[in-house]
């Protein structure tokens, strides 16, 4: 049943931490529902917390090594406090104790959980979970105002028997509705009700019946803004060229090899889209006509007569009735000038720009965008690309609302 629920789980990082509360022992519980969901899950365990629980309870469960120390050489080498806040996407303090609450309303820097919190741009929520005196206290309501106005959010208490013996609100959530809530995080709403049809991945052009001639793009960067386009609401359609990866959920697929497929298959359903995003690495040309044939190696020399593929994202921007073009320019120089021209030259309403080469682009799991519009450019800073397609979606959802308007 959760597992149903919390389709918004899969592929995300999320940071745990885990603070000095009795309730330590349901984020063991925690752990596992967030893995069910499709999440991978890294824990930072405060000096509070390691008084109720063992790091190798949450290594155990999450399957990867716990975090505690903010200045330890070692474990900074491993992953410090802003490799940790780049991975992740989204912090869950669970439970969240009456200390550390008034800590991150402070601001402070001065343990690890603290330092991850404020380096951190992806979303923070917070279960609380202390005595009910203690949650009542008006300190603890002022630092919890404080955090709301900075936008972490809050998931709970819940009201009841608590372990002290008293009875009322400071209860923390059971780790079934924390889970549900963290994939809520993740439901922006800001495409609702919009159609986003996509390209993604490479496409490989036939030169015979075994041979192809194709390019290195590994899709990641378009299923991610698929992905991305469905937590925020719309209905997507993904246009799909040869990849190794899982269709994200909520996400209809749509497999396709070559230029000419793929031109067809979002040909046909272009008119009836809001938002079309072009990420393919389509090829730009195709052998005349693929040999029936396997071709046999007799000749010293052999010529492959090439011919241009169609512009798909081109053609779609040349509809009347069209969705809202985004086109990807993939430069490894001049990369705004080449941009801006590309978006001219295609007659698109938006462009997404990155620098390919040194890590960045095809195979990397990195990237940064620059995104130009009428408007103007706004630059989306490096970032793992999961987090880094929500930043464009909603950039996206931003645009395309204005121009409604
Ligand atoms: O012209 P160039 O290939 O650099 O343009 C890149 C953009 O155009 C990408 O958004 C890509 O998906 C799209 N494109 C396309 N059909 C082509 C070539 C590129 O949709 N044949």
Redesign the pocket.
């Known amino acids: 049943m959760h597992i149903l629920a919390n389709k918004n789980l899969a592929n995300k990082h999320i940071l745990l931490g885990v603070t000095g509360s009795i309730a330590a022992y349901k984020a063991a519980e925690l752990v596992r529902r967030l893995r069910e969901g499709g999440a991978e899950v890294r824990v930072v365990l405060s000096a509070g917390g390691t008084e109720f629980v063992t790091p190798l309870t949450f290594q155990a469960l999450s399957g990867n090594p716990v975090h505690s120390e903010l200045l330890d050489t070692e474990a900074e080498a491993a992953m410090g406090h802003i490799a940790l806040a780049r991975w992740a996407d989204a912090v869950v303090i669970a439970p969240a104790s009456a200390n550390v609450i008034a800590r991150l309303a402070q601001g402070r820097a001065d343990d690890l959980l603290a330092a991850v919190c404020l380096a951190t741009e992806v979303p923070v929520a917070v279960a609380p979970a202390m005595n009910q005196q203690m949650w009542a206290n008006a300190a603890t309501q002022d630092n919890l105002q404080r955090l709301r106005a900075r936008r972490i959010h809050q998931f709970g208490p819940a009201e009841g028997g608590q372990a002290c013996g008293e009875t009322g609100l400071g209860r923390m959530l059971e780790a079934d509705d924390i889970a549900r809530h963290t994939a809520g995080l993740f439901d922006t709403g800001a495409l609702a009700g919009l159609q986003v049809l996509l390209?993604a991945g490479p496409t490989q052009e036939a030169i015979d019946p075994v041979r192809y001639l194709s390019n290195r793009s590994s899709g990641r960067m378009g299923y991610a803004v698929a992905q991305a386009a469905a937590e925020a609401g719309a209905r997507v359609t993904l246009v799909s060229g040869p990849t190794a990866l899982a269709t994200p959920p909520r996400v209809e697929r749509i497999d396709v090899r070559s230029?000419e497929e793929m031109h067809t298959a979002v040909l046909a359903r272009a008119t009836d889209a809001d938002i079309f995003i072009?990420?393919?690495?389509?090829a730009?040309y195709r052998p005349v006509a693929p040999v029936q044939q396997k071709i046999k190696k007799t000749a010293d020399n052999l010529s492959l007569e090439l011919v241009r593929?169609?512009?798909?994202?081109?053609d779609v921007a040349a509809l009347t009735d069209g969705p809202l073009t985004v086109?990807?320019?993939?430069e490894t120089e001049n990369l705004l000038e080449y941009a801006r021209d590309?978006l001219a030259r295609?007659g698109l309403d938006m462009i997404a720009a990155n620098r390919v080469g040194n890590g960045l682009g095809f195979e990397a799991e990195e990237n940064a965008l620059s995104v130009i519009d009428a408007e103007g450019v706004t630059e989306l800073a490096q970032a793992p690309k999961t987090q880094l397609a929500r930043r464009l979606i909603a950039r996206i959802a931003e645009y395309f609302k204005r121009r409604l308007g």
């Open positions: 390209t230029a072009a990420t393919a690495a389509v730009d593929n169609p512009d798909i994202l081109a086109g990807f320019a993939a590309k295609k």
